[in-house]
């Protein structure tokens, strides 16, 4: 039987769109950008509802939104074993411009999405703007950030992580919060991980913020399993059984997400650190910090889940050993590499999912840290933070998600001493949708944190930044009401810090 006899000659009609999960594209480079969909009947089904076989899927990418100016086009096939999702990579476009493309499977067309191209290596660029996202838990709000963000003239979107969520909180206070439904149970498997994807995928605006912009993602825990290590699962699975998950949900996110070949799990390992350049304005590198770290220090105890908690700083010397990885060996080489070499543009951006600058906590009379977080791997922390001040110019700004809640900060040289010099500022963008962090603890906690120059945990949004060669403007966009898909957004505070001296200035 011949290759053509195996696939599916697609019968779609005009009306009976397989391309209800919307179109999407990614990981720009200066001659292209990853473009994607994927194909179902019924999103929700295990198999988005398409069968076994491979689809005849045929896209083209236009210099004018109409779609007459047609540059680029091909056929490719949507393969069941990818849940019929189509990641094409496009070459050989004009760096620092916009295109626009679409798909087609028999008489269906998609809707048309909207890219850009990095600019060209060298090329001298003024300014670009990007937005911050995170944590967009389905359950607990609806998404109007993403709707207004599409209004915005931004050049690419940062997702850093909890893109879903696996689990609701069954916590009476969390069931009383609760926005929408989430119709299935905890993923397991790889069909489930891709149900609740399609869910996700299914939101109006969450598509039309993809259909807008680039995105460069990466995943924090929540894509797999809350507060998740390399090795250990807050459940306590055998390990077999967490790499069977990982792989699973891993797979699922690659599945629906603009991504690379490049980026394409192997079982239960996946390559998603990576390096973007957007001309000499922006070196922009993205970080993983899920799959290769170390337990987390000082756990639980069962029955209670191996999950992040706050200790006291004299109560958990385990933190602060020095072998403890966040990276990883190769990752952090990589990193470290990558800082220690001649600059390659003005900025150092640095996307990553959790609070990079160090955060003490309130616990009772004493300090402490989350577990979770940084402060929980206090030795490779400090051997990046000395990469950072090692660099000949003060040029590094660094992104979080994680904890919920909306930070600006400048990030010290030293752990020990949170007065030490600024080395870098910090965003950490809050949640787009998820329950929020304890806004009075994290506020009584910042006498101790005199770094910290901003948080707020009341308010649901991203963050917006606007990067100039001698500065940066970072604004947080925030909902009026997380329950109202068409909410209008405001602005809840705005920093700008300059090139060269880092120091947060409200503005
Ligand atoms: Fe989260």
Known sequence: MGLVSSVARPAFSASESPFSLGVASGDPWPDGAVIWTRLVRDALAPDGGMGALPIEVTWEVARDERMRDVVRSGVTLAMPELAHSVHVELRGLEPGRVYWYRFRAGAAESSTGRTRTAPAPNAAVPSLRFAAAACQHWMYGHWAAYRRMVDDDIDFVLHLGDYIYEAPSSSPAAVKQKVRDVPFDIPKSLSDYRRMHALYKSDPAIQAAHAAFPWIAIWDDHEVENDYT?????????????????????????EHMPLRMAQRPLGPDALLYRRFAFGDLIDLIMLDERQYRSPLACPLQPPRPDRNHVVALDACPEAFEPARTMLGQDQELWLANCLAEPARARWVVIGQQLVFAPLL????????????????????????????????????????????????????????????????????????????????????????????????????????CTLARDRALCEFRVADDVRDPDSSLATLAAFETEWGKPALRRL
């Open 230 to 254: 390399a090795t250990r699962s807050q459940s306590r699975l055998a390990l077999g059984a967490l790499l069977q998950q990982r792989a699973a949900a891993y797979q699922a996110y690659w």
């Open 361 to 464: 906590r309130k616990l009772g009379e004493k300090l402490g840290f989350a577990t979770d977080g940084w402060d929980g791997y206090a030795a490779p922390h400090q051997r990046i933070l000395d990469r950072i001040a090692a660099r000949p110019n003060r040029d590094t700004l660094v992104l979080g998600g994680d904890i919920h809640a909306f930070i600006a900060a400048d990030i010290p040289a030293r752990r020990s001493d949170l007065g030490s010099p600024a080395i870098a500022s910090h965003f950490v963008t809050g949640p787009l949708s998820s329950r929020l962090a304890d806004h009075e603890r994290l506020t009584a906690a910042l006498p101790e944190n005199p770094h910290v120059k901003f948080v707020d945990a009341r308010r649901h949004g991203y963050t917006r």
